[in-house]
């Protein structure tokens, strides 16, 4: 399973590569049309190098006069460069993203961090090997409070879930939650969209339907027991009866409460039934669950 951090980290070195060339190719077309710069940045280098090996040799004198020397090819440099509104950093390496500075974050209104707009292309690699490869259109900025007529509601909904998903305030204690709801009030596009916030606040996330959970294959149920937030959706207590769903569900729950990670299990039934239905082992965890709806 790729995580958005793993994902940014392995294009730094493209990214670092990108700028080099930049860089050169910049240097290239300047040295161009003014040989004379190309000449005095090579003269600075070489006297920087005599003027240590003066300091080394303790002869400040000679050590006085390149320092002379540099300075005055410096106010040279500057004036070609003025004289010609040539960029004064065009031998400089710089960021190819001018918001992020190439570290792939930025910082939201709230000092919160997110991931940048210029990993896009990131985070729909991330989407999509962390169980959101089909919902391309579930985004939080078309999630509707108003749907059926319940904008309190669904919005307070909404803040449970995101308090939950960031561990702040009375959430922080609890790492398993359920949200219970009837069905077709929107309760997976509110599940997916959690997931993917999770992901562009450089958390680690993962979505899957219940009935999925004991399918997934073993290396990323390993990584299931130990990532930042997991979102289990259609979850029902009959599901954990059949095959080996109740089994793996125990396992990676019992993990990742230990751990103090964030789960929230999504249900069309109410708290109460699914603690009287579930498998044993799972039941007594959601006993201690927190609940959303």
């Known amino acids: ?3 958005i951090k793993g994902l940014i980290a392995a294009g730094l070195a493209e990214t670092e590569a990108a700028r080099r060339i930049i860089r050169e190719d910049a240097m290239k077309r300047v040295y161009k049309d003014y040989p004379e710069l190309k000449d005095i940045d090579g003269r600075i280098i070489d006297i920087r190098k ?9 002869d400040e004198r000679l050590a006085k006069r390149y320092d002379v020397e540099e300075e005055n090819l410096i106010a040279r440099r500057d004036m070609i460069i003025k004289e010609n509104h040539i960029d004064p950093e065009f031998d400089m390496e710089k960021s190819i993203c001018a918001k992020c500075g190439d570290t792939g974050f930025v910082r939201g209104k709230d000092g919160t961090p997110r991931v940048c707009s210029c990993k896009r292309a990131e985070l729909e690699e991330c989407y999509e090997s962390c169980g959101l490869g089909d919902y391309t259109s579930f985004t939080m900025k078309n999630y509707r ?4 007529g319940e904008p309190e509601k669904r919005s307070e909904i909404k803040k449970q879930m995101l308090r939950a998903m960031l561990g ?3 959430t922080a204690s609890k790492p398993l939650w359920v949200y219970s709801g009837a069905p077709q009030t929107g309760k997976t596009y509110l599940a997916v969209i959690m997931a ?11 979505y899957t339907k219940c009935e999925n959970l004991a399918m997934l294959e073993s290396d990323t149920i390993e990584d299931v027991k130990r990532i930042d937030f997991l979102v289990i959706d259609d979850f029902a207590d009959d599901v954990t009866l059949h095959g080996d769903t109740g089994s793996v569900l125990n396992a990676v729950l019992e ?3 230990a ?4 789960t929230i299990l999504v249900s069309a039934l109410p708290l109460a039934d699914l603690i009287s239905g579930c498998d044993m082992r799972v039941s007594g965890k959601l006993g201690r669950a927190g609940k959303i709806s």
Do not use: E, N, P
């Open 259 to 262: 751990s103090g990670l964030c």
């Open 1 to 3: 399973m790729k995580t």
């Open 50 to 58: 005599d003027r240590l090996i003066a300091v080394i040799d303790h």
């Open 145 to 148: 409070d108003d749907y059926l």
């Open 196 to 206: 993917k916030t999770a992901i562009s606040l450089g958390k680690s996330a993962f």
């Open 255 to 257: 993990i990742r409460a």
């Open 168 to 170: 702040v305030g009375d």
